[in-house]
């Protein structure tokens, strides 16, 4: 549950913050879905101020209907109220399409504010698990209630409604001040000034009230965020994942549905009827809201009163009535939901400040200036100089004191025990972090200096946790919408993958997967890994890294799939990543880690030769799965 002081940190955010957030967050959102505001604001307009249209006519129909009942007048101010209230109503719905049509992408356009943040950060940050965390809040908050930047959508829509109403009533409602009841009349007190400003303050005074218990009854519902996030947490993580398809056979095994999910979904109260949040809507949420209702029945009475008391006597006639009760009720209500959008202003701005903590991350790695050299021989020669690494946060060092050298056009294999450093090496290789001191170089010059984007372009990288996606085959091997067709399906050819292209219904238009096409087709792991291969080949960059991404096959096929890719790398460098030494042995130098440094370096005979090395135990440990009997 957030605690007391979460609600007073609340409280301290003035009236200042919270307009400077709201507009700070309404400029970004309007970025996204200009043609959303637009068409909210006309909607907003014909909305408030349509049924003020009706109220004049109906009120000219009335007085025509209650004075001279001339047949003529009343044939025109009837066909005109039915011709206008046409046109009015016409428009209102043809607005209220546009914004319709447009606000069916405004969740999609909120989704990519996020998304577009995360792909902009620096991979550190991304890494990081408060980055995570951060992000994590800012979508419960949204899925719970719509708070965050989604949020100012609603707010701007009642916002401006009720502008527009307020502005509406006032134009119609002015007179009601200025037609005095006639002298000698018992009600002719409500002439005076003090009348009109008692009514005034009474209907102010009942907007403010109505206002306030509104805005308590929705800090109530805001105040328990945290509560809301853990049970929307539950419901991501165990809602749909007996729906899941891929999830059916653990399910079904393990009975986890009744032995874990049900149990889960079932023991998360956050929303049920007897949760602090359920008791809090039976009670002192729920009672505040009643009384600002309660209160907005009384502005509707107050208005009324004083309409009907100046029209006996004798101040105006019956139409009028119709279109000043219509016009002072739709004026305070519009007041009232102005005030209320304040309060709603006020709730969602620290829900905003949660977003920009988020959005505001900043960017600290520097992105370089200078221009890779682009060399058709693809000679480049990487070194590690005295390069120590460790992760933000953490006091243990992932490397240390790494020296190494990439011959041109070789072969490099890097071996060792889980946590031993190696993925942590390639992170560095491709700059997804910089050393925390020593250097990398690229043809002598350290790599901070290259331009990010030009020196990424370098590596081709097939992860341990590689990913495709639920798109055509071609689009995932050439990981873009345009596909050089003739080059995908050589380096599908080579990756191994040629058979299996040969029985695809589309060729390389099949979809992977069925999420998004009924026709797609499932591919096994081993088959996602050769076309995560041929996407690494299609890149054709200078530099190859395979980061273990057979770690689910066994030894000897694992070695097969290197000794395949080895042939296919041409003279490009080649960093091959892995825990089991089989698949290595090809490769003209090894690099030994352990415990974040490299320990041993040399060629698979030397280390094999090294009685006393790592990579001598290493290689006995394993040999039994990969060696033939003739070789045990």
């Not at 319709?100 to 356009?109: F, L, M, P, V």
């Not at 209907?203 to 308590?216: G, H, Q, R």
């Not at 071609?474 to 873009?480: D, H, I, K, R, S």
Request: charge should be neutral; proline fraction near 3%.
């Amino acid at each position: 549950m957030t605690s007391h002081v979460d609600e007073q940190a609340r409280q301290r955010i003035g009236l200042p913050e919270v307009l400077r957030r709201t507009w700070r967050a309404c400029a970004i959102y309007a970025r996204q879905c200009p043609s959303w505001f637009a068409a909210t604001a006309v909607s907003s307009l014909f909305v408030a101020c349509g049924p003020y249209v009706t109220i004049w006519l109906s009120a000219r129909l009335v007085d025509e209907l209650a004075g001279r009942r001339d047949p003529g007048r009343l044939m025109q101010w009837t066909v005109l109220t039915l011709v206008v209230s046409a046109a009015v109503s016409l428009a209102t719905s043809a607005a209220q399409h546009w914004k319709n049509r447009e606000g069916a992408t405004t969740s999609w356009s909120h989704k990519r504010i996020l998304m577009s943040k995360m792909m902009d950060m620096d991979y550190q940050d991304v890494d990081d698990q408060r980055s995570y965390d951060a992000f994590l809040n800012v979508v419960q908050n949204d899925n719970w209630a719509g708070y965050g930047i989604r949020y100012v959508g609603y707010i701007f829509d009642d916002l401006l409604t009720a502008v527009f109403r307020i502005l509406g009533g006032i134009a119609l409602s002015v007179s009601l001040f200025v037609a005095d009841v006639p002298d000698g009349s018992p009600l002719d007190a409500l002439n005076g000034p003090a009348c009109g400003i008692v009514f005034i303050a009474v209907m102010l005074a009942i907007v403010v009230i109505a206002s306030k218990c509104e805005d308590n009854g929705n800090r109530l519902w805001a105040r328990h965020a945290e509560d809301a996030r853990f049970g929307n947490r539950v419901f991501a993580a165990f809602g749909g994942y007996k729906s899941t398809w891929r999830n059916a056979l653990d399910l079904r095994i393990y009975r986890q549905q009744e032995q874990l999910c049900s149990p889960m979904l079932r023991g998360n109260n956050t929303f049920g009827y007897h949760s602090v949040i359920g008791r809090l809507a039976r009670g002192p949420m729920g009672a505040w809201m009643v009384a600002a209702r309660v209160l907005t029945v009384g502005l509707t009475a107050a208005a009324y009163l004083f309409v009907c008391l100046k029209a006996w006597g004798g101040a105006f006639g019956v139409g009028a009535v119709t279109q000043y009760v219509g016009a002072v009720t739709s004026l305070f209500a519009g007041l009232s939901a102005l005030l209320t959008q304040v309060g709603e202003m006020r709730n969602n701005a620290e829900f905003l400040g949660t977003s920009f903590a988020f959005l505001d991350i900043p960017n600290r790695m520097y992105q370089g200036s200078l221009t890779t050299e682009k060399r058709s021989d693809r000679r480049y020669e990487v070194e590690f100089r005295d390069v120590s690494f460790r992760y933000p946060g953490s006091r243990m060092w992932a490397l240390r004191h790494v020296n190494l050298r990439f011959r041109v056009g070789g072969r490099l294999a890097v071996v060792g025990p889980n946590g031993s450093g190696k993925t942590t090496f390639i992170k560095l290789l491709c700059r997804l972090y910089d050393p925390t001191e020593g250097e990398i170089l690229l043809n002598g010059i350290d790599i901070r200096k290259y331009r990010y984007d030009e020196y990424m372009a370098l590596f081709s990288v097939v992860f341990q946790d590689f990913r495709l996606l639920s798109l055509p085959l071609g689009q995932n091997v050439a990981a873009g919408v345009d596909v050089d067709r003739r080059r995908a399906v050589d380096c599908l050819g080579k990756a191994g993958f040629a058979d299996r292209l040969a029985t695809l219904p589309k060729g390389l238009d099949t979809s992977l997967y069925r999420d998004l096409d009924k026709d797609g087709v499932e591919v096994s792991g081993g088959e996602a890994q050769k076309i995560a291969i041929a996407r690494a080949l299609y890149r054709d960059a200078p530099f190859v890294i395979l980061d273990e991404p057979t770690a689910a096959l066994d030894p000897v096929a694992e070695a097969e799939v290197y000794a395949r890719f080895d042939e296919l790398v041409g003279d490009r460098t080649a960093v091959y990543i892995s825990h089991r030494l089989s698949s290595c042995r090809f490769c003209d130098r090894i690099a030994v880690f352990d415990h974040g440094a490299v320990v041993q370096s040399g060629t698979h005979d030397e280390l094999v030769a090294d009685e006393g090395g790592l990579y001598h135990e290493l290689w006995h440990a394993q040999a039994q799965y990969y060696t033939t009997p003739a070789e045990a």
